[in-house]
Nanobody, 124 residues
């Protein structure tokens, strides 16, 4: 099981980026994918997730309305569209997966498989 995150880079405040999380070695059937980030000097936090069971998504308040998670189960790849980026979004972004047969993806740190991080830098 491997996850490959990509798409990070440098963007100006108000700009957009799309991150991808490509999976290999498993399909997205009965899995949840979480998006995490770790800003300099801060703890890693989960800010979004998506459940393959029902396609439900969840976002923390600080990214709600700006970030959108979607999934292409056929590839299988999860996308994170980030709009109206702010300097406080600067962080290393990670995707992670866990087995999940339920509804409403889990917004916890308890994920089993992790991709390498991709750096997002938002300049002011």
């Amino acid at each position: 099981v491997q996850l490959q995150a990509s798409g990070g880079g440098l963007v100006q405040t108000g700009g957009s980026l799309t991150l991808s999380c490509a999976a290999s070695g498993f399909t997205f059937d009965d899995y949840a994918i979480g998006w995490f980030r770790q800003a300099p000097g801060k703890r890693r936090e989960i800010f979004s997730c998506i459940s393959s069971t029902d396609g439900s998504t969840f976002y923390i308040d600080s990214v709600e309305g700006r970030f959108t998670v979607s999934s292409d189960n056929a590839k299988p790849t999860v996308y994170l569209q980030m709009n109206n980026l702010k300097p406080e979004d600067t962080a290393v972004y990670y995707c992670a997966a866990r087995s999940w047969g339920g509804l409403s993806c889990p917004m916890t740190s308890n994920y089993d498989y992790w991709g390498q991080g991709t750096l997002v830098t938002v300049s002011s």
